[in-house]
């Protein structure tokens, strides 16, 4: 066959053409390269992805993409943003479905999330693709005490700091949780819709129905207010004092402890009045803000909110409020942004009244509405100030402004 001197520049061209075509993509990947390893893995994605269209059995794009989804996910759980870590997750497991980081990653952002049931397939899936891993059995310990499965919490974690002895976290919990199952195991449990109810029943009354109607109560009334209705049910834990204080290490102004389980010192009731349900309340409302906002939000907010629930079922008059306004001795707001221990304890029953005062202040001026709005900033870690600013700015008032005003009118 003959080839013409036509075919053969034809020939040339196309060759070229491949050739610059494979420099481009190659430029194009080490730039995606370089995003990764300053851990933009966003602006990798975006990036690769179209590369990988063009070419996708290719598996150096392959690998690069599934390195930039795990380490995006990695950064929305650090950001407190769980459901868009799983969705990247998810999405990194179609390039790369033997790294088990996948689903141990995707369970935690999902156990964090509040989502049991789906983190557990996830963790179980981890667990089987790498045996026994310290990090997954840890997180499946902590998935089954959170869903008040103890003795499974206790194996899990047992067999974890056998495989790695100094982790200092595991030999806490473990010790914590064989302390809790020492007592706990020795309760009844009833169950409603949305709660779990550990508690020493003495057979003589209807206690343990009357606090979970109680408890269900609450979960309409602050679920309504706030716009969230948390899925799983949650354990509630009921003590004598001298058990809380061992269990929890509270100081003996605390009412009440809320850890991802509901504690509570009232154990031995004979009726539930005003003061539980106000008590109850109370720790449900820390439930809801920490499925809002995680662990970030102030002091002041987290605890206004749940005296302003607690103080709609049964009312107290103030008892340091007034008094400190009148000699100047009220906090200011700053102060009661970190754990109200670090408080003296003669100033902790100000520091709740003052936290309640400024939040009813809030609600009365602006309405519920921006509550919830107020606690998705703190999920994302803004600061209160900018948080403050960024909800009530539109009214001209920031959060200076708005606790001078409140001053003004206690």
């Not at 194996?155 to 595991?170: F, M, Y």
């Not at 449990?189 to 609450?218: M, Q």
Request: aromatic fraction near 10%; charged fraction near 25%.
């Amino acid at each position: 066959m003959r080839i013409t001197l036509l075919t053969l520049l034809l020939l040339m061209l196309v060759v070229a053409d491949l050739s610059a075509s494979s420099r481009s993509l190659w430029r194009k990947n080490e730039a995606a390269i370089a995003q990764i390893e300053q851990q933009r893995f966003t602006e990798a994605l975006d990036l690769l992805l179209p590369l990988a269209a063009e070419v996708p059995t290719n598996k150096t794009i392959r690998k690069n993409i599934a390195t930039s989804y795990l380490g995006a996910g990695q950064q929305q759980i650090h950001a407190g943003a769980y459901l868009r870590a799983a969705e990247l997750l998810q999405k990194g497991k179609e390039y790369n479905d033997q790294e088990c980081r996948f689903w141990l990653l995707r369970g935690i952002a999902l156990l964090k999330n509040g989502q049991m049931g789906e983190a557990e397939i996830e963790l179980n899936e981890a667990w089987a693709m790498s045996g026994d891993e310290p990090l997954v059995l840890q997180y499946l310990g902590l998935l089954y005490y959170q869903t008040d499965r103890m003795y499974e919490a206790v194996d899990s974690w047992q067999r974890a700091l056998d495989l790695d002895p100094g982790n200092k976290v595991l030999i806490e919990r473990l010790a914590k949780a064989r302390r809790e199952l020492t007592i706990e195991k020795e309760l009844d449990h009833d169950y409603s819709a949305h709660f779990v109810l550990n508690y020493a029943d003495d057979g003589k009354t209807n206690i343990g129905g009357d606090i979970l109607d109680a408890l269900e109560d609450s979960y309409t009334w602050a679920g309504a207010k706030l716009r969230v209705y948390p899925e799983r049910q949650t354990t509630v834990i009921l003590y004598t004092r001298r058990q809380f204080s061992g269990l929890t290490g509270s100081p003996e102004w605390s009412a009440g402890l809320f850890d991802g389980k509901i504690r509570l010192p009232i154990g031995g009731l004979d009726q539930v009045d005003d003061r539980v349900r106000a008590l109850l309340t109370h720790e449900f409302m820390h439930l809801i803000v920490r499925e809002i906002a995680g662990d970030k939000t102030p002091f002041w907010l987290n605890e206004g909110l749940a005296e302003l629930a607690a103080r709609e079922l049964r009312q107290v008059p103030f008892e340091d409020l007034v008094e400190a306004r009148d000699n100047n001795q009220l906090f200011a707001l700053a102060e009661l942004e970190g754990s109200f221990r670090k408080i003296a304890p003669q100033r902790v029953g100000l520091a709740y009244e003052q936290s309640y005062s400024f939040v009813r202040y809030l609600i009365d001026r602006f309405g519920w509405y921006p509550m919830a709005e107020l606690l998705q900033l703190f999920k994302r870690r803004v600061s209160a100030t900018a948080a403050m600013k960024q909800i009530f700015g539109e009214y001209g008032v920031d959060l200076f402004l708005l606790e001078r005003d409140w001053r003004r009118q206690i």
